[in-house]
């Protein structure tokens, strides 16, 4: 079946810092890749998505690039603030099985001044 | 629009106890999912459905029950609440066709079995 592995967290940052948070997928056929974002007591917000090879995904400075070769998905931002902290969701949705997705386990982000 | 809408927030049931939560969008779409979030860990899908009057298991379907008799509301039923089904509930939908695949999600609700 699918799978999602996503870097293990937390991961600490300084503001202005750069982010990297790895994801890989394990897949049959071409599904469209995710991250989504989840603040404090809210669900999850589409953060950006690609859905088929070399596709780049980019919102709010954070962006990632669809690896068909590497079966990866990596998020990266620039300079992360500290209005970044959350957790990120890497996921994949298989639009042939009614759009069913799977995700990653999350990575917390903690951006300090 | 409202979105997603999910109620209750909060619920403590006692083991053995019932429950509905109520899962709604006022977005007319097809797709809608029950997905549940355990501590430091990502979504697991408990049902879907492809349209009113048409639900399938997902992954963790075990104690639990869906219908969907309106496009607009899909309800969660938990029978004999567990210990184990303490976490929290995200209800999703997604519009079928035009090639887009995104879900929206709902606030969730976070239930305690005890």
């Known amino acids: 079946g699918n799978s999602v592995t996503q870097m293990e967290g937390p991961v600490t940052l300084s503001e202005e810092a750069f982010l990297t948070i790895n994801c890989t997928y394990t897949?049959?056929?071409?599904?469209?890749l995710f991250w989504y974002v989840q603040y404090p007591g809210e669900g999850l917000q589409l953060l950006l998505k690609?859905?088929?090879?070399?596709d780049k995904g980019s919102n709010k400075g954070f962006e990632a690039t669809y690896r068909k070769e590497t079966t990866s998905f990596h998020l990266e931002k620039g300079s992360v603030q500290v209005s970044d902290s959350a957790v990120y969701f890497c996921?994949?949705?298989?639009?042939?099985?009614?759009?069913?997705?799977?995700f990653g386990d999350g990575t917390t982000l903690t951006v300090k001044p | 629009n409202a979105g997603v809408t999910q109620t209750p927030k909060f619920r403590i049931l006692k083991i053995g106890q019932s429950m509905t939560l109520q899962c709604t969008q006022d977005?007319?779409?097809?797709?809608m999912y029950w997905y549940r979030q355990d501590p430091g860990m990502g979504l697991k899908l408990i049902y879907y459905?492809?349209?009113?009057?048409?639900?399938d298991k997902g992954e963790v379907p075990n104690g639990y029950n869906v219908s969907r008799s309106t496009t607009e509301d899909f309800p969660l039923r938990l029978e004999l609440a567990a210990p184990s089904q303490t976490s929290v509930y995200f209800c999703?939908?997604?519009?079928?066709?035009?090639?887009?695949?995104?879900?929206?999600f709902g606030p969730g609700t976070r239930l305690t079995v005890l």
């Open positions: 977005m007319n779409h097809n797709y």
């Open positions: 996921a994949l949705s298989d639009v042939t099985n009614a759009g069913k997705s799977t």
């Open positions: 897949a049959t056929g071409y599904p469209s």
């Open positions: 690609a859905t088929k090879a070399d």
């Open positions: 999703a939908s997604r519009r079928q066709g035009g090639g887009t695949d995104t879900q929206y």
């Open positions: 459905s492809v349209g009113a009057g048409i639900t």
